[in-house]
């Protein structure tokens, strides 16, 4: 569509820009993609973050293993912990984290939509924003 084989990175951005597309680099530590099978784990990727016109596109770059599902080292620890949480009524700490960053409030505001969702995310997002 756009053919920008040599084009110069700033005017793509210039042009990008004007469309409505705003584009940012994370600095991401870790991705890991669960399927039913397999965890594709990426160690220090590249993540572009799109947005066009509210829809979030995320771009992942580089290296990754592939595990077989639950069979993962640190991934798994965090997962215990938070099920662990969960049993016994907490909301975990990473939930809240990402409620609070997706929607731009405090972790106590984060923490109560959580809450009065019962854990759903996507439901406390939407209660935020």
């Known amino acids: ?10 005017k793509m951005q210039q042009m990008m ?15 890991v993609i669960r399927t039913a099978d397999e965890e594709y784990v ?34 798994s620890a965090v997962e215990s912990a938070d099920a662990a949480d969960e049993s016994a009524g907490e909301i975990p700490d990473s939930d809240v984290q990402i409620v609070a960053q997706r929607a731009g409030v405090s972790e106590d505001d984060a ?5 009065d969702e019962d854990g759903d995310l996507a439901a406390a997002i939407s209660r935020l924003e």
């Open 1 to 10: 569509m756009f053919g920008g084989g040599g084009m110069n990175p700033r």
């Open 17 to 31: 820009k004007q469309m409505g597309i705003d584009v940012d680099e994370l600095d991401a530590e870790e991705v």
């Open 42 to 75: 990426f160690d220090s990727p590249q993540v572009t973050k799109m947005d066009a016109q509210g829809q979030e596109t995320f771009q992942v770059v580089g290296d990754y293993d592939v595990r077989e599902a639950g069979a993962g080292g640190d991934a």
């Open 111 to 115: 923490r109560a939509a959580l809450e």
